[in-house]
């Protein structure tokens, strides 16, 4: 398991929403980046040195400090779309390899490297942005039946972390709320709602929601 590219936004106009700017547009870098805790939603800060977000309502803060996905996920989407999609095309920070992130857990923490410690706190949910940027039509509706989000990360320790920079699970909670299903209760199957008040380390937000579910 490792970090296949360490990936920093630079800012573009926003055709897509009333926000004038968007941070979508990741590239990888190279050498290290420091990451650090962002502090509270609505600055535009997030976790990588020389990155941020612009809508501040809805990205950003502490629960959404790293954003990771897959590569094996961006390719299954290369092969459907019948397009490249290089790291760091769905805006992702941490473009991952050999980590199943849609099957990890609510609160699970990843250690990168030697001293970066990342929690795993919700999926990423699409955007009129994000679709904008794909510059397909119906993205948001496929994004979100095939329900493979990636995973947005708390910074639990911060430090630097590098294209190649090893990734280890160093916990694992005692629950079965995956950044899947946490997905899925807030998109498709509001049912499993419920389900998502066993994980602790659920965001806030989410979590009143799960309680109004429950009644």
Known sequence: MRVLSVNVGRPRPNPWKPVA?????????????????????????VGLAGDRVYDVKHHGGT?????AYAREDLDTWAASLGSSLPNG????????????????LIGERWRIGASVVLEVSCPRIPCGTFQGWLARSDWIKR??????????????????????????????????????LTFRALTTSPALLPR????????????????????
């Open 21 to 45: 700017t968007t941070g979508i547009d990741k590239q990888p870098v190279s050498g290290p980046v420091m990451v650090t805790e962002p502090g509270p939603k609505g600055t535009g800060a």
């Open 89 to 104: 095309m769905f805006g992702e920070n941490l473009t991952t390899a050999g980590l199943d992130v849609n099957g990890a």
């Open 143 to 180: 994004f979100t039946q095939a329900a493979v989000p990636g995973a947005y990360l708390r910074v639990v320790s911060p430090g630097l972390i590098s294209g190649g920079d090893p990734v280890a699970i160093e916990h694992r909670p005692a629950h079965d709320v995956t950044v899947a």
């Open 196 to 215: 998502l008040l066993a994980a602790d380390a659920m965001p806030a937000g989410i979590r009143e929601l799960a309680l109004k579910r429950v009644g």
């Open 63 to 67: 629960d959404q400090a790293v954003y």
